[in-house]
């Protein structure tokens, strides 16, 4: 008896198995990648451990063709990250890009998980009213800096994504206003 209801139980899972379509994976694509230059860090050891307070410098960014698009502007920039007792690294990141293409700025900030001053990768959450660049403002964006000789290499990806959303959610947004 029992092993009956377990053999039933058995070929409800398989067909259950069989039909379930398999989530399609996100698809990125390279959106650009460059230098980044960090100065010193200015440490603070507080309670969730090495604050790193260290300022963004300076790099430059070409796109997946490998022209120049852009470049990390001195100033504003800076990682406040933190590098946890065990050596995982938060990294929280803000930095601002100036466009070759019309010298418009874009605001990058970034959080995300890795090893300090080896890797780590990070969600970056952009804004730009560069109307080349415009089409990112939308995009789910990860990147990942790479520590290295003469300098830490940083790249970005986007979620590939069908244009024509965009103006779906545009066109629902006058709907409702
Ligand atoms: C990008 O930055 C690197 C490192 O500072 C530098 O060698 C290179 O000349 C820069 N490229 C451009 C196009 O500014
Ligand atoms: C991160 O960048 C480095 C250097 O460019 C590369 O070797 C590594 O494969 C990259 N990692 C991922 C997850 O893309
Ligand atoms: C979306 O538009 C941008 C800018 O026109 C283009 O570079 C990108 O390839 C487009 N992506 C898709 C998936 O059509």
Redesign the pocket.
Known sequence: MQSTLLKFLAVILLAVLAYAEPAPLPQFELLFSGPLLVGEFNPVSGLLGTRINAPIVGGNVSDAAGNYAATIIPGPGAEHGVVAADGTFFPDARMTLQWAVDQRFAYIDALGVGIAGVRDMFYAHLETDSPTWE?LNNRFIIANLTFGEPTPIVTFFGI????SSLYTSTALVQQTS
């Open positions: 089409y590939k994504m069908d244009n």
